[in-house]
């Protein structure tokens, strides 16, 4: 998957398409994302025992989009990602159509302190 927590996405379907958001959690497995602000759904919460404090009440959390349906966002625009080893030998993501790494966020691979 090559959406990460902490990306900076756009929605490209669904009833929020065009809204901007960050991602907060990432389920690999079932190809999914969540995404700040996004996907808004109403749940009813049951008082009980285990939620000692909290009342009983109408929540609005966000909930999770298929990974299909976001992509990276530069400069207003979506973009695909890939992957290029640097001169280091490190394995980076990169903007497809701008080849930019200043987008593509953190590196993956063999990391050392000295990169940051």
Same mark, same amino acid.
């Given at each position: ?10 929605? *490209?379907? #669904? ?5 901007? #958001?960050?991602? *907060? ?11 700040? #602000? ?19 009440g109408r929540v609005q959390v966000e909930a999770p989009i298929h990974v299909s349906?976001?992509? *990276?966002v530069e400069k207003g625009q979506p973009v695909r990602i890939g992957y290029e080893?640097?001169?280091? #030998? ?27």
């Amino acid at each position: 998957m090559k959406i990460r927590k902490g990306d900076e996405v756009i929605i *490209l379907a #669904g009833k929020d398409k065009g809204a901007t #958001g960050k991602v *907060l959690r990432v389920d690999p497995r079932a190809d999914r994302v969540v995404v700040e #602000g996004i996907n808004i759904i109403t749940k009813n919460i049951k008082a009980d025992a285990q939620r000692a404090g909290k009342e009983s009440g109408r929540v609005q959390v966000e909930a999770p989009i298929h990974v299909s349906n976001v992509a *990276l966002v530069e400069k207003g625009q979506p973009v695909r990602i890939g992957y290029e080893f640097d001169e280091d #030998g490190n394995k980076v993501r990169v903007t497809r159509p701008r080849k930019s790494r200043a987008a593509a966020g953190r590196k993956g691979g063999k990391e050392s302190a000295s990169d940051d």
